[in-house]
């Protein structure tokens, strides 16, 4: 069993619709938890950013961890093409390694 | 976040060369450098972890010979890949850090290698 479990995708949205993408992860050790967004060829770039349980908002983007369920979601409203990526979800302990999801291609169809 | 820059964005190289990638942290002085290595359609794998100045950390199944790494200031590590081999075409990305904190990381623009 991977330490952090998500699914591939694609996922395919239509533009304006809300996106929820999600892990799982089975160290119940992790304590930080990050969304990364990847486009095609290009490093992935930091969007959201959680420390333990919560949610965190920032612009269209909502980050959620439920601890209890090790889960994690990232919601993005109004979804637009320009949202077309990979989304990579990452969480680590303190002071060790990240450790990543594989990704999730979206696709927000115009 | 951190201004990360990496050279060259993309190489070519015939089987048995040696390829050097540059990383750069262009705006804060990084005293840990992550390199991380993703093939197609699969995740970030962390390859290795450099301290500047000293030697750097491979993770397991990482042949430190062959994935040489140098972090010889803040501001700039190479990862030479010595001896290329196709199965070591990959996408190549650095991520600096401050101190041997990992929760939050930026990374590198990558770079991809084709090994023919």
């Known amino acids: 069993q991977k330490e952090v479990e998500q699914d591939p995708g694609p996922l395919s949205v239509p533009e304006g619709a809300i996106v929820s993408l999600n892990c799982t992860y089975s160290n119940s050790a992790f304590q930080y938890f990050m969304w990364y967004r990847q486009y095609s060829r290009k490093g992935p770039e930091l969007l959201m950013y959680t420390y333990s349980s919560g949610n965190k908002e920032d612009g269209r983007f909502t980050a959620q961890v439920d601890k209890s369920s090790k889960y994690i979601s990232l919601f993005i409203r109004d979804s637009q093409p320009s949202d077309s990526a990979t989304y990579l979800c990452?969480?680590?302990?303190?002071?060790?390694?990240?450790?990543f999801g594989a990704g999730t291609i979206l696709r927000v169809k115009s | 976040g951190a201004v990360v820059s990496q050279h060259p964005s993309w190489v070519i190289c015939k089987s048995g060369t040696s390829v050097k990638i540059e990383c750069r942290s262009l705006?804060?002085?990084?005293?840990?450098m992550f390199w991380y290595r993703q093939f197609p359609k699969q995740s970030l794998m962390l390859m290795a972890t450099?301290?500047?100045?000293?030697?750097?950390?491979?993770e397991q199944g990482v042949e430190k010979d062959k994935f040489l790494i140098n972090h010889a200031s803040l501001t700039l590590s190479t990862l030479t890949v010595t001896s290329a081999h196709p199965e070591d075409s990959s996408f190549y990305i650095c991520?600096?850090?401050?101190?041997?904190?990992?929760?939050?990381?930026?990374f590198g623009p990558g770079t991809r290698l084709l090994v023919l």
């Open positions: 991520s600096p850090g401050k101190d041997s904190l990992k929760e939050t990381q930026y």
């Open positions: 705006d804060f002085q990084a005293t840990t």
């Open positions: 450099s301290n500047e100045g000293s030697k750097a950390t491979y």
């Open positions: 990452a969480m680590s302990v303190y002071g060790n390694k990240l450790v």
